[in-house]
């Protein structure tokens, strides 16, 4: 079913919406460790300058780099925006009719990282290789605490629609309480992970195998890789919040319930961007190859969730 133009209209404006605001984001980390270490730091506006040098840039490409490799920025950035029609980020329906299943997103999310990963081998770095190996390895650790918390939060809705699960949330119209509040808690762990932030990634690690997918970019592609990360930050985060923090999102299209319902997702979005900048600037880096650990106990969490459903407590 195809959205009414009114809908339509509105997954654009999200996009858009993310689509700018996304750099603006993604260095409050940045400005909040400067300001903890007592330095002034970056401007909050630096990512965008940033973003407008490199678009001036011509690109580079390795010689045994393949149309994947050249391809992989563009793919991408595309089906961040595609995710972020689909998500209810500050309403408790889905602007995207067509994108709002829960796993088509979760396909399209798994789509990203494939060819994030299949770029760094195709770039023909042996260095580039092994980041995106470690980019993939990461993915395999996480996304089955992701997977199950969102697949006890469609148990609870009764349906794999991310519009109705916001709304059997947001009303409390849900199997079990509880188990919507661990599956949250292991979901918000799970993206903690994908944000690329301390103790498990930093994400001013330029020289470091977690750079390893970026590091053959260059000019404009690595502008548009860049903004996409940043784009998938934001877009993490959104999900969380339609899906487990949905309280005062709007109910219906009218101008009247869109302004509070966005007011409130700011709200929320800024407060979270600001808790995972304390987080991750007062911790130490962990070794990589003690996250297995960690990631363990995240499913440890969603299956406590999934528990809880099954004994409607």
């Keep these: 079913m195809f959205p009414d133009l009114a809908h339509f209209a509105l997954a654009i404006f999200q996009a858009i919406l993310v689509l700018l605001a996304a750099p603006l984001i993604s260095v409050m980390s940045r400005v909040i460790r400067a300001k903890m270490h007592t330095r002034q730091g970056p401007g909050l506006l630096q990512d965008y300058r940033d973003l407008v040098k490199l678009m001036q840039r011509q690109d580079v490409w390795p010689p045994d780099s393949g149309w994947v490799f050249r391809a992989m920025p563009v793919i991408l950035m595309a ?52 980041g995106s190996s470690r980019e993939l390895t990461v993915g395999v650790l996480v996304e089955p605490t ?96 339609g899906l487990f923090l949905p309280f005062g999102a709007a109910v219906s299209l009218s101008p009247a319930d869109l302004a509070p319902g966005f007011l409130a997702f700011v709200v929320k979005l800024l407060v979270i961007f600001a808790v995972v900048g304390v987080v991750s600037n007062s911790v130490a880096r962990t070794r990589f190859r003690f996250m297995p650990r960690h990631s363990w106990a995240g499913v440890g969490v969603a299956s406590l969730a999934f528990v809880f459903y099954l004994v409607g407590l």
């Design 79 to 130: 089906t961040f925006l595609v995710i972020s029609t689909g998500i209810p980020m500050f309403t408790r329906f889905s602007p995207n009719s067509v994108c709002d299943d829960l796993i088509a997103t979760i396909y399209l999310f798994a789509l990203a990282r494939f060819f994030l990963g299949l770029s760094g081998i195709d770039s023909g770095s042996s260095y580039a290789g092994i």
């Design 146 to 241: 992701m997977l199950l918390s969102l697949f006890v939060a469609a148990l609870l809705a009764g349906s794999t629609d991310l519009g109705t699960i916001s709304s059997a949330i947001a009303t409390g119209h849900c199997h079990s309480i509880m188990a919507a509040v661990i599956s949250g808690v292991a979901f918000a762990f799970a993206i903690y992970v994908e944000l690329g932030v301390l103790p498990y990634d930093m994400a001013e690690a330029e020289q470091e195998l977690q750079e390893g997918p970026l590091t053959e970019y260059s000019g404009r592609s690595l502008a548009i890789l860049k903004w996409s990360l940043a784009l998938k930050q934001t877009i993490v985060v959104g999900w969380f919040i």
